[in-house]
């Protein structure tokens, strides 16, 4: 590469001031001030939406979303900072199912809750930590469901793991295309005995 075509590259673009009200224009710009120039499409809603559309819910499920992003965080910080075996005496993974059989609109409402606020950070909150959360809320609400863990090879491809919270064979949460390729390691609490 030329000094010159690196020189270009590597220098901050140029601006001056211009128009009556001296707004920043950028010279490779059409001459359109720059706060004119509305920011890239995302299909990410704004904080403000975001906001409105929380503010505009009911105080309960407003509840739920909060109890949803502490599990989260909580439990993220719990699975990056302790072995396997601490954070699931902690959690309580393995204590025994619920007895009260909880209404489907509530089922939902967690798993809603859930999902929403994990949306906007798929990386940071993969399916173990949502499937934990959704786990702890179902709990905290005298329910439960089982969490399983299953992994899966795609030829001599790398060992793939998933997590997800079922209840009475139905997905609550996790359900991902193609689940049936995963091979169930584990179930906490496992099934009823008989």
């Not at 906007?120 to 959704?134: E, S, V, W």
């Amino acid at each position: 590469m030329s000094p010159d075509r690196l020189a270009r590259r590597t220098a901050a673009p140029q601006t001056h001031l211009a128009g009556s009200y001296g707004q920043l224009l950028d010279r490779t710009s059409t001459g359109v001030p720059c706060w004119m120039v509305p920011p890239a499409s995302t299909n990410r809603p704004s904080v403000g939406h975001r906001v409105r559309r929380f503010l505009g819910q009911s105080r309960r499920r407003q509840r739920l979303a909060l109890e949803a992003a502490l599990a989260l965080g909580g439990i993220k910080v719990l699975l990056a900072l302790t072995p396997f075996r601490r954070w699931s005496r902690w959690l309580r993974v393995d204590a025994p199912l619920g007895s009260a059989r909880l209404p489907p609109e509530e089922l939902a409402d967690v798993v809603q809750a859930v999902e929403r606020v994990s949306r906007p950070f798929p990386r940071a909150l993969p399916c173990l930590p949502r499937a934990l959360a959704t786990q702890l809320l179902l709990r905290r609400r005298g329910g439960g469901a089982s969490l399983c863990f299953g992994v899966a090879r795609d030829g001599d491809g790398p060992l793939t793991a998933h997590a997800w919270v079922e209840l009475d064979g139905e997905i609550l949460i996790g359900a991902v295309p193609e689940l049936e390729r995963f091979k169930l390691v584990k179930s906490w609490p496992g099934p009823p005995a008989p």
